[in-house]
């Protein structure tokens, strides 16, 4: 979806002005959707003469090519729309079972308007084709009751969609995207080159300047900064793989930008060689994780699927590194490294960990089988689940009041159910158009239907006037709206998107006019009709807006955050105390699907509520902050326990001491949960929660208590940028 298409979903107050490249993409679509229904609709009504196969097939291009933003290139777009046209055939023949009654198409437009719309689950290209399935059944399910002519309608349908998708693949196709894989191997190598020159020293600047750069990279694989057809966001095991595999190159960029205050300073002074042992065996675990990026980048831009002995060598190089960890931890005082270099091999091990998890993902990901469980089973669940069980957890997950997506889909079968009771009821003529502005019009916040619905109408009054007046002038020369038409169409669907909805409203008030009084005679009053069936609904959609979750992803995103944080406090102490308990593993690690729930959902929020206009606050959440610090604490839940399970027993003080620290950690967690809900993080700095010491805590140091002190510590100082940062977050 270009941004001019974004602002005016939206439905921004102050219209968006479109770049030159999104300008170009518009006209270039508003042009394959006029050849498409122009192909269809005049043929139909000049030599074979059948209307209602007219009719279908000027509306199918114009549902699945206007109405519906399908993202992608040309001929992604085309695969969508043929794999959508069963669907809609389906759904004109029932719109045209159930045009039987007023209530029977009532309560169809009911289920098919939730189902339809709660589609957007599976994935930006299904959310994409969804309005326009919406108005396949709504053309069907209105008066008269015609199953006779179903079959011109089947035809007229078939043939609007498959000359629209001839024309995304051959005519001014859209261009294809740089793909998510690309995006993804580009940050994977860009992490790799920094691992490899992880132990080079570096002057302040420079490393601050590569530091950046990390971040930048990271930041460019955020969902809500990839075009919507390449977001992995759909239920099966691929997507939900490289989705992961997205979150941990993210957290393995931040591990590398944040590691430079732990570098060797050059060399080593006198009496120091134990540092020296320490940083040798950390640069070549550095090395290992390097080489094995490099490995990820290049099956990711070949499409070759990841051998399992890098994970076997990975793994056996993590043991060994922890081994030799212990030795020199159980060795003389004089071979004990300092607090520094022990610092450094716990944060090397952290991205070690990183790697891991990336370089799993990656492999089901480009795989895309069923494979044997993968430890740590919870953290890759759906490595060794059925594609059933997949789709179910994703519709089950979101079948809550607390998802933003069953909260569209509400909204949207809400309105659309009432729109077609009262057009049926009330035997507006055109009733399908009441509908057809629910669907068009409605927002995600009541502030933005208002505003969609006030531009709304004033462009359809426009419009009524200049198509009641072409319709008193022209009288029944059908030749004169023939000409007029396809030139209609073109403007609408060109200059709707660049000016505004009240150009859209305006322009297409005259294209429907001009159509539909070439299929039977009309007169002026048809465009009173189009302004009557507009308001109603338009007030219709307010309603539903006002009444159903008015504020959008604004209020559900506080609160889905919220959930997530309360979720993960839980885990930070549960983890830290089975991995302490005497004896080694007789506490199990905390349960983590409660979280992983609670992280679905408050995603899918953010998502949404980045999707929406309006104002920014200067003081507000940096959401996708919250996001990274919850898969912190998963990551470190599933991870500390496999790789530090203590050999010998740890000292009373240090438990008492490392368990302390853990309910402070959960305890500044649920303090920043708490105020999510306040909408705005504090201005004044906060507290200190905890940081790990610069020297070990005990002595001799034992590597398991300075993991846990460095991930408490980590993820103590992102809840305090969380909770009071330093400049206005950009949400």
């Known amino acids: 979806m270009t941004r001019a298409e974004s602002a005016r979903k939206g439905g921004q107050r102050h219209h968006f002005v479109p770049s030159g490249p999104d300008r170009t993409a518009i006209v270039h679509r508003a042009v394959r959707v006029t050849v498409a229904a122009s192909a269809g609709f005049y043929p139909f009504v000049y030599v074979v003469d059948r209307p209602e196969t007219a009719i279908y097939a000027l509306f199918g291009p114009v549902a699945l090519g206007a109405m519906s933003q399908i993202p992608g290139s040309g001929r992604q777009r085309a695969a969508v729309m043929l794999r959508a046209l069963p669907v809609g055939l389906l ?74 998708a001839l024309c995304e693949v051959f005519l001014l196709p859209a261009p294809a995207a740089v793909p998510y894989r690309e995006r993804l191997a580009d940050a994977i190598a860009t992490a790799a080159s920094a691992a490899g020159d992880e132990t ?64 060797p300073a050059g060399d080593p002074p006198p009496g120091s060689s134990a540092d020296a042992d320490a940083d040798a065996a950390s640069a070549g675990l550095l090395a290992r994780v390097s080489v094995l990026c490099d490995a990820v980048a290049a099956a990711l831009r070949t499409g070759r699927p990841l051998p399992a002995a890098g994970l076997v060598a990975l793994d056996t190089a993590i043991r060994d590194f922890q081994a030799q960890r212990l030795a020199q931890a159980s060795g003389p005082p004089h071979r ?51 594609a059933p069980a997949l789709w179910w957890r994703r519709l089950a997950g979101n079948m809550t009041l607390r998802s933003v997506q069953f909260q569209n889909a509400v909204r949207i079968a809400v309105g659309l159910g009432a729109a077609r009771l009262v057009a049926g009821s009330l035997d507006l003529e055109h009733g399908f158009w009441v509908l057809l502005a629910v669907l068009t019009l409605g927002r995600t916040t009541v502030w933005e239907t208002w505003s969609a619905v ?7 009054l426009l419009g009524a006037v200049a198509a009641g007046t072409l319709l008193f002038v022209a009288g029944q020369h059908t030749n004169a709206y023939a000409v007029l038409l396809a030139p209609g169409m073109l403007a609408a669907f060109a200059l709707g998107p660049l000016l505004g909805i009240a150009w859209a409203q305006a322009l297409f008030t005259l294209v429907v006019a001009a ?44 609160r889905t955050m919220g959930a997530l944080l309360h979720a993960c406090a839980p885990l930070v102490p549960g ?66 326990p496999r790789i530090d399970q203590p050999t010998v027993a740890i000292p ?54 300075i993991d846990l002190e460095q991930w408490l510590g980590s993820l103590a100082a992102q809840l305090a940028r969380i909770e009071s940062p330093s400049e206005p977050a950009p949400g």
Request: aromatic share 4%; glycine share 8%.
């Open 91 to 164: 759904l004109v023949v029932l719109g045209t079972v159930l045009a039987v009654s007023t209530w029977a198409a009532v309560l169809g437009m009911l289920v098919v308007g939730f189902v339809l719309a709660f589609a957007a689950v599976a994935g930006p290209r299904a959310a994409g084709a969804a309005p326009g399935l919406q108005l396949c059944y709504i053309l069907a399910c209105f008066p008269p009751y015609a199953p006779q002519a179903l079959g011109d309608r089947l035809t007229g349908i078939t043939l609007g969609v498959l000359v629209l």
């Open 200 to 263: 080079a020293a570096r002057p302040p600047p420079e490393q601050a300047a590569i530091a950046d750069q990390l971040r930048a990279t990271g930041r460019n694989l955020r969902l809500s900064s990839l075009p919507p057809a390449e977001r992995p966001a759909g239920p099966g095991r691929s997507d939900r793989a490289l989705a992961h595999a997205g979150t941990a190159a993210r957290r393995l960029l931040d591990q590398l930008a944040h590691s430079g205050d732990l570098r």
């Open 336 to 386: 004990v490294p300092g607090g520094r270099a022990l610092r450094r091999q716990a944060a090397v091990l952290g991205t070690a960990v990183s790697v891991r998890t990336l370089y799993v993902s990656v492999m089901v990901g480009l795989d895309g089988r069923r494979t044997d469980p993968i430890p740590p089973q919870e953290l890759f669940w759906y490595a060794d689940a059925s």
């Open 454 to 460: 006030r531009s709304a109408v004033i462009g359809t």
């Open 515 to 558: 159509a539909f009084a070439q299929l039977a005679p009309a007169s002026w009053q048809l465009a009173e009709i189009r302004i009557e069936d507009v308001v109603t609904g338009s007030a219709i959609g307010l309603l539903c807006g006002l009444l159903a979750w008015p504020a959008g992803a604004r209020r559900e995103v506080r």
């Open 575 to 640: 983890t830290v105390r089975g991995i302490v308990a005497e004896p080694p593993g007789s506490v199990p690690p905390p349960s983590t699907i409660p979280a992983l729930h609670c992280l679905r959902l408050a995603e899918a929020a953010y998502l949404q509520f980045r999707s929406e206009p309006g104002e920014r606050p200067a003081a507000m959440w940096d959401w996708h902050a919250v996001l990274i610090a919850a898969n912190h604490v998963l990551l470190g839940v599933h991870s500390l």
């Open 652 to 705: 009373p003080d240090a438990v008492a001491r490392v368990g302390t620290a853990a309910d402070q950690v959960a305890l500044a967690t649920d303090r920043v949960a708490e105020l999510c809900a306040e909408g705005a993080p504090r201005r004044t700095p906060v507290r200190s929660v905890f940081r790990p010491s610069t020297e070990p805590p005990v002595s001799p140091p034992l590597p398991v208590l």
